[in-house]
């Protein structure tokens, strides 16, 4: 599998490896992460979230792993697929309903076959 | 399920043209969201709506954007004497709710804003 300790603006890797994409969030007070999904086109799609309270949580071929120490975040891919290329994004609020989302810089994800 | 929509998908304007973006949130869903996303970058916040209440604008960049949400339901931006740096992709986004608590922000496919 495909991993990167740092954020890179893109990643590629094969059909069927596992992929993680890292990100380094700001503020340490960030309660609600999120992780988005975006293709060309198209607005943002929602993937995982995780609260402050999680250090990790799985869902179907993702798991986000948060690491407050740091203020780290990462997804992890497992099994990526063509359909996954797409530009990634990691998002913070304060967890409060009407806060807004502060997004990370964006990684592109590209599938070969 | 309808998701949020957006209108017009792209939009082409003269510079010094005023133009009106819309967005049907989901339906029963109580916040809304503008974000402004440049070329190659993330989303940046706009402005906030709760119910027909704009809670926060700090995000709008002057006073020629202007949004509204009269009814609580669709909302309109609007950009007056657009200029060629207002070129971006404009997002909308709306949650369930309107208390505290974490709540999924569902985005919509924007507008591709174009200014010549």
């Known amino acids: 599998g495909e991993s990167v300790g740092l954020h890179l603006p893109t990643l590629s890797v094969q059909e069927g490896d596992n992929s993680i994409i890292n990100c380094a969030y700001s503020n340490s007070a960030s309660d609600y992460f999120i992780w988005y999904k975006q293709e060309s086109g198209k607005g943002p799609q929602f993937i995982i979230d995780?609260?402050?309270?999680?250090d990790k949580r799985q869902g179907q071929r993702v798991t986000v792993l948060l690491n407050k120490t740091v203020k780290h975040l990462s997804l992890q891919i497992a099994a990526t697929q063509p359909g996954d290329s797409a530009v990634y994004f990691c998002?913070?609020?304060?967890?409060?309903?009407?806060?807004?989302?502060?997004f990370g810089k964006g990684t592109t994800l590209s599938v070969s076959s | 399920g309808a998701g949020v929509s957006q209108s017009p998908r792209y939009k082409v304007a003269k510079r010094g043209q005023d133009v009106a973006l819309r967005c049907d949130p989901i339906s029963g869903h109580v916040s809304l969201f503008w974000y402004q996303q440049a070329l190659g970058q993330g989303p940046e916040f706009l402005t906030y709506?709760?119910?027909?209440?704009?809670?926060?604008k700090s995000g709008l960049p002057s006073d020629r954007f202007f949004a509204e949400r009269p009814e609580g339901s669709v909302s309109t931006l609007k950009i007056q004497r657009t200029q060629q740096e207002d070129s971006a992709v404009y997002l909308c986004a709306s949650t369930r709710r309107g208390e505290a608590g974490t709540d999924t922000q569902y985005f919509g496919p924007g507008t591709r804003l174009t200014v010549l």
């Open positions: 998002a913070e609020n304060m967890g409060q309903a009407g806060t807004a989302l502060i």
């Open positions: 709506f709760q119910n027909e209440a704009q809670l926060d």
């Open positions: 995780i609260r402050s309270n999680m």
